[in-house]
């Protein structure tokens, strides 16, 4: 199985700042990689998928790159709407999901 | 718009069985792979179960192999989950997902609100 791993598991930033999230798989994935992102109560949403390809209706601030076993999210410009959990999740064979890291106000 | 609503959910003992369903509406069901994942209270995210268009290949998670039976009716745009011999660790929120798969695994692109499983005595 492939094993993803999410850093720092909380990451506090204020409103405007730039938020970067990592991913590292256990073994290559290519570039099969998702992002998704979780509020309080609600399903994920799919934000990225190819490692760096936005979903239907994600803004211009989130963006992703890696390939291999090294990834990144990357939200430009925080808003009071993206403070949540996000997570990553592979693809290259099966599908595994990092555990998560949270984006909270600092 | 997309939409995929879940139900099914409750309280049941260990040892238990409960059936899942997940209406689809909004795009043609019969057109795409779905998938079955949970999340344990506070916990991330594991992928469950895996059925084709046709419903004519099934994967399963090894957690719950043997267990757990995913099923289609195309006809009625809806997709199940039949869970049996339930333990306390399959508590958790079931989400029915919508699956673009690449090779030998996918992403998901549109999930349904969850529908919540505790299994207790």
């Known amino acids: 199985e492939i094993v993803m791993t999410q850093s720092p598991a909380t990451l506090s930033v204020s409103p405007g700042e730039r938020a970067t999230l990592s991913c590292r798989a256990s073994?290559?994935?290519?570039?099969?990689l998702a992002w998704y992102q979780q509020k309080p109560g609600q399903a994920p949403r799919l934000l990225i998928y190819g490692a760096s390809t936005r979903a239907t209706g994600i803004p211009a601030r989130f963006s992703g790159s890696g390939s291999g076993t090294e990834f990144t999210l990357t939200i430009s410009s925080l808003q009071s709407e993206d403070f949540a959990v996000y997570y990553c999740?592979?693809?290259?064979?099966?599908?595994?999901f990092g555990q998560g890291t949270k984006v909270e106000i600092k | 718009e997309v939409q995929l609503v879940e139900s099914g959910g409750g309280l049941v003992q260990p040892g238990g069985s409960l059936r899942l369903s997940c209406a689809a509406s909004?795009?043609?069901?019969?057109?795409?792979?779905m998938n079955w994942v949970r999340q344990a209270p506070g916990k991330g995210l594991e992928w469950v179960s895996y059925i084709s268009s046709s419903g004519s290949t099934i994967y399963y998670a090894d957690s719950v192999k043997g267990r757990f039976t995913i099923s289609r009716d195309n006809a009625k745009n809806s997709l199940y989950l039949q869970m049996n011999s339930l333990r306390a660790e399959d508590t958790a929120v079931y989400y029915c997902?919508?699956?673009?798969?690449?090779?030998?695994?996918?992403?998901?692109?549109?999930w349904g609100q969850g529908t919540l499983v505790t299994v207790s005595s």
């Open positions: 999740q592979q693809y290259n064979n099966w599908q595994t």
């Open positions: 909004g795009f043609t069901f019969s057109s795409y792979e």
């Open positions: 997902a919508r699956g673009i798969m690449i090779t030998f695994g996918g992403y998901f692109d549109y």
């Open positions: 073994q290559s994935v290519s570039s099969n």
